[in-house]
């Protein structure tokens, strides 16, 4: 006759391989974990009891995690092995204190007992003699891993917040004892280092053998035969977290934290049962002006809270043919190989190349309109052929013209074939190779000037004067400015063989007095751009009608280095020229030019204009030669100075 299969139980412990954890330990069936899988609760201990203390119950804070495994079915909770991952995050006691754990597990049925610290190794611990159930010193002291850093350690923001020191105690059973996972985290108590019999427990526990039971009643113990270790307000020495810790800073009392810890005293912990979740944050240890990172509770790396074999399935093959034992694939998975995957990084299982075709995605192509594979653009890079970039000499891609257009910068159009500027008309800089004037400028630009090609060079004459600055007011001198011509120009920089000259500021000198006066010092600044002062070779004066420089002009006077001691200068001695005359009642125009020698061949880039910056500063004599100097009233320039025109040197063509 037919029937049903029967369930598979590899091990023989009586459950199915489908709901055994371990379903090749006999001794293993399931794990519990206290009080999640990933996460941890946490103990605050106060070490005065039974005085009250500063009751900052920051004397030690324990986080702990436990894996409980038990044998057989799981309802009937038989322990066979624990793990309880613990990290120590604080510790403000003014004296040594140990942990200790007292388990409900007679001490005859223990096995085997490891601790491991941090990265080291398990080192083997021992049960209590005195005691009938399991007792196991952990710690002699909370603050032996901090290198002996005083008495708060995490607990003075003021102080360097220290990493968490972790603790990994591994115990095994002989024989299954039967201890319901609502006990945890047990009797993990605290104990002075000096005098060990000075035990500090929650309040279900009564102590161990070698607790000193006279203690119970003095001072502010509150305690009961039901419920020990708490003050006479009813409130614990050691709080029970079911979540990761917050403690309060030193010598701040547990109530200004907690303020809800009151009721959950005063009701022997009825009422106020989620105290824990309204702490005042201002009163919180975090760290603070003594820097460091704040302690966080963690596993040891690599060991995790499970307990050592906790995914075996070791007696399944590899090789069977089947899909058995943690097998996530027929015969891949679990302790088995890795069964292939889409994103593995090899070529296996259907796959036409590393992690693709078959059950995974299509492979990439170049010529598939997408970007894919190893492809650092659409169809390009990678394996492909090298992506168009902006600077790779060839015109591709998107290009209007080699490493230009599209998505690089955009490319250079020819001077010659420019709109011209918009403000002044010019196209190809003064000292441009040119064959017509077109080269050189618009027909009929917006300013009063014209742009010409002379002797196959650019070059730039006004016709007109366009608008004035300052003057409009009353003294025996008034100057003004004449704003434009002269106007902003780019010029090509020295071939070494010719200076170059241009002018920049342009000024009318009305002289409203009955005598003759000369121009003997004019007040100077120079504005650069990247460039020095010590650039300008010369400054001329000219008295011209023209706003540009007229080649026909003379000069009438000439300084050399004006500014060779900064931006600020001057021009002087121009009295001794015929030419910086005014004549009485009338006036005269004049126009300042600025000279690069020939040897400055190398102030591509760089921009400069002259300015006249304010009224102090201006010189007269009466005559060219031995004249008197002018003591009169001037005026007219604006507050802001007389700002000539720009001239932006560009590389050679």
């Known amino acids: 006759m037919g029937g049903a299969a029967a369930a598979a139980d590899t091990d023989g412990d009586g459950v199915d391989d489908s709901s055994d954890q371990f379903p090749c330990d006999p001794d293993l069936s399931t794990t519990v974990y206290v009080p999640s899988q990933d996460q941890f609760a946490s103990l605050l201990y106060e070490d005065n009891w039974p005085a009250l203390g500063d009751l900052d119950f920051n004397d030690a804070v324990i986080a702990y995690h436990y894996a409980l495994g038990y044998e057989g079915a799981p309802a009937d909770n038989n322990l066979r092995m624990l793990t309880l ?50 007792v ?23 102080l360097p917040a220290q990493p968490e020191t972790r603790y990994k105690l591994t115990v095994r059973l002989s024989t299954a004892v039967h201890v319901d996972p609502s006990l945890a985290p ?149 302790s088995c190989a890795a069964c292939p995957t889409c994103d593995d990084g090899i070529q296996n299982g259907d796959e036409q190349g590393v992690d693709c075709g078959g059950s995974c995605a299509a492979c990439a192509t170049c010529n598939d309109g ?25 015109q591709n891609g998107d290009e209007e013209g080699v490493d230009c257009g599209g998505s690089c910068d955009p490319c250079e159009v020819p001077c010659d074939q420019s709109p011209g500027n918009p403000e002044t008309g010019q196209r190809c800089p003064l000292w441009y190779k040119c064959s017509s004037s077109s080269q050189c400028g618009v027909p009929n630009p917006p300013k009063p000037v014209l742009w010409y090609c002379s002797y196959q060079a650019c070059m730039v004459q006004s ?38 000259e241009m002018a920049v ?10 005598s003759a006066w000369y121009i003997d010092q004019i007040p100077l600044e120079l504005a650069t751009v990247g460039g020095y002062s ?11 009608h023209t706003g540009e420089l007229n080649s026909e002009a003379g000069w009438a006077c000439i300084n050399t280095d004006p500014f060779l001691f900064g931006n600020t200068g001057e021009m002087h001695s121009c009295a001794a020229d015929t030419d910086t005359r005014i004549a009485p009642n009338s006036s005269a125009d004049f126009l300042i030019t600025i000279v690069f020698d020939k040897n400055k061949t190398y102030l591509a880039d760089r921009s400069y204009r002259i300015d006249i910056p304010s009224n102090a500063g201006w010189g007269f004599k009466s005559q060219s030669i031995g004249g008197s100097s002018f003591t009169g009233s001037l005026c007219g320039v604006t507050q802001g100075g007389f700002q000539g025109a720009w001239v932006h040197a560009k590389a050679a063509n």
Not at 140 to 158: C, H, I, W, Y
Not at 387 to 392: A, S, V
């Open 505 to 514: 500021l342009s000024f009318t000198v009305t002289n409203n007095t009955s």
């Open 186 to 334: 047990f009797d993990l108590f605290f104990f002075r280092t000096q005098d060990v019999s000075h035990e500090i427990h929650r309040p279900m526990y009564a102590g161990t053998a070698t607790m000193d039971a006279s203690l119970f009643g003095t001072e502010q113990d509150g305690s009961t035969p039901t419920r020990r270790f708490v003050d006479t307000d009813g409130l614990p020495f050691v709080l029970d977290l079911p979540r990761s810790p917050l403690w309060a800073k030193e010598r701040i009392p547990v109530d200004l934290a907690f303020p809800e810890v009151v009721g959950f005293a005063s009701s022997a912990g009825a009422q106020n049962v989620t105290w824990y979740d309204a702490p005042v944050l201002e009163h919180i240890y975090a760290v603070g002006t003594g820097g460091g990172t704040m302690p966080v509770a963690s596993f040891i790396p690599g060991e995790n809270g499970y307990l050592p074999g906790w995914s075996d399935d070791s007696c399944f093959a590899c090789d069977d043919g089947i899909q058995n034992g943690y097998e996530e694939g027929v015969d891949c998975g679990g």
């Open 85 to 134: 991952s613990f990290n120590v995050l604080a510790s403000g006691a003014g004296r040594p204190s140990g942990l200790a754990l007292s388990l409900p597990i007679p001490k005859e049925n223990i096995e085997a007992v490891s601790l491991q610290t941090g990265g080291g190794g398990p080192q083997s611990l021992s049960v209590r003699a005195a005691d009938a159930n399991a």
């Open 370 to 394: 997408i970007q894919n594979g190893d492809e650092q653009e659409v169809d390009c890079g990678g394996s492909c052929a090298a992506c168009p970039t902006c600077d790779d000499g060839i």
């Open 136 to 158: 196991i010193d952990l710690l002699q002291d909370t603050k032996e891993n901090f290198a002996n850093l005083g008495p708060f350690v995490n607990t003075d923001p003021s």
């Open 534 to 544: 010590f650039d300008v070779t010369n400054v001329r004066l000219f008295q011209t």
């Open 463 to 500: 016709y007109a004067k366009d608008s004035l600055a300052g003057g409009n007011c009353s003294a025996d001198i008034v100057v003004t400015q004449n704003l434009t011509p002269p106007v902003d120009k780019d010029f090509i920089v020295s071939d070494g063989f010719k200076a170059r």
